[in-house]
T-cell receptor, first 111, second 109 residues
Framework: DVKVTQSSRYLVKRTGEKVFLECVQD?????MFWYRQDPGLGLRLIYF???????EKGDIPEGYSVSREKKERFSLILESASTNQTSMYLC??????????FGEGSWLTVV | GIQVEQSPPDLILQEGANSTLRCNFS?????LQWFHQNPWGQLINLFY???GTKQNGRLSATTVATERYSLLYISSSQTTDSGVYFC???????????FGKGTRLSVIA
């Protein structure tokens, strides 16, 4: 079975902190994605990557950056966390144009 | 960009009842996926169904690409079917998926 693992399930961070959310997949997928999910707004795409060291902005990239140094790992970085970034963050991976698999999600609270 | 609309937004069923969830999309697509999000937040892929019909146990899905809609059927519903059901399509070609707002299903014993 495909496994997408997110490093932290629940986090509480202070405003202004730098936050790293890590995601690892074990199926040699080319594509990796970061979404955030908020009540009433559904899932929104933050960043995605189709290859190592490659990244593309999604619909809401402001306040975020990403890193993909290895094929299996895609990290989401909040340079200076703010309260409006309190959300659930979902990592996903897929082969090009195929079934997408999600991690369990990371619930981030910024206080 | 492409629009994805799901209906109904909320649905309450008695255990054992059947239901149909609908997903409309505004442009032609080569990829459509259905997901179930359980109460703990985990999103599970149910179907990859750009066209035609597929079945998996009590669940089945049909996509009519030419008319730009897809249906998810749940038969003999169980309490474990509760959660939110999403459909998703690529914005264009093989670009990342755009998700509908979901249908929240509650199955009551």
């Amino acid at each position: 079975d495909v496994k997408v693992t997110q490093s932290s399930r629940y986090l509480v961070k202070r405003t202004g902190e730098k936050v790293f959310l890590e995601c690892v997949q074990d199926m040699d997928h080319e594509n990796m994605f970061w979404y955030r999910q908020d009540p009433g707004l559904g899932l929104r795409l933050i960043y995605f990557s189709y290859d190592v060291k490659m990244k593309e902005k999604g619909d809401i990239p402001e306040g975020y950056s990403v890193s993909r140094e290895k094929k299996e790992r895609f990290s989401l970085i909040l340079e200076s966390a703010s309260t409006n970034q309190t959300s659930m963050y979902l990592c996903a991976s897929s082969w090009q144009g195929n079934t997408i698999y999600f991690g369990e999600g990371s619930w981030l609270t910024v206080v | 960009g492409i629009q994805v609309e799901q209906s109904p937004p909320d649905l309450i069923l008695q255990e054992g009842a059947n239901s149909t969830l609908r997903c409309n999309f505004s442009d032609s697509v080569n990829n459509l996926q259905w997901f179930h999000q359980n109460p703990w937040g985990q999103l599970i892929n149910l179907f990859y169904i750009p066209s035609g019909t597929k079945q998996n146990g009590r669940l089945s899905a049909t996509t009519v690409a030419t008319e730009r809609y897809s249906l998810l059927y749940i038969s003999s519903s169980q309490t474990t079917d509760s959660g939110v059901y999403f459909c998703a399509v690529p914005a264009k070609g093989n670009t990342p998926l755009v998700f509908g707002k979901g249908t929240r299903l509650s199955v009551i014993a």
